[in-house]
């Protein structure tokens, strides 16, 4: 199973970013998904979980109300949109999936597949 993340990059202060990650090489619809993020210095942070219809999810305290989590299982993609960024959430993102985990996803551990990251900078 491969996962790979796309669309970090700079931004201002207050802008957004979309992530996407799609996942290839296994059956997409049976994993518990999860974005998971790690800045230099700090400790990882599971920052959003969504169940595997899409229909439940969760979110750190940090990016409640500002970051929405979404899957797609016709397309084997997960996304993060974020808004409202400020330079806290400068980190690299990736993304995770879990066979053996259950909803809600507080934590990324167990999680079975990660991908590569994709770095997010946020300029104030």
């Known amino acids: 199973v491969q996962l790979q993340a796309y669309g970090g990059g700079f931004v201002q202060a207050g802008g957004s970013l979309r992530l996407s990650c799609v996942v290839s090489?296994?059956?997409?619809?049976?994993?518990?998904m999860g974005w998971v993020r790690q800045a230099p210095g700090k400790e990882r942070e599971l920052v959003a979980g969504?169940?595997?219809?899409?229909?439940?999810?969760n979110y750190a305290d940090s990016v409640k109300g500002r970051f929405t989590i979404s899957r797609d299982n016709t397309k084997n993609t997960l996304y993060l949109q974020m808004n409202s960024l400020t330079p806290e959430d400068t980190a690299n993102y990736y993304c995770?999936?879990?066979?053996?985990?259950?909803?809600?996803?507080?934590?990324?551990?167990?999680?079975?597949?990660w991908g590569e990251g994709t770095q997010v900078t946020v300029s104030s």
């Open positions: 090489g296994g059956t997409f619809s049976i994993y518990i």
């Open positions: 995770v999936g879990g066979i053996r985990r259950s909803y809600p996803l507080n934590s990324a551990d167990g999680m079975d597949y």
């Open positions: 969504i169940n595997r219809s899409g229909y439940r999810r």
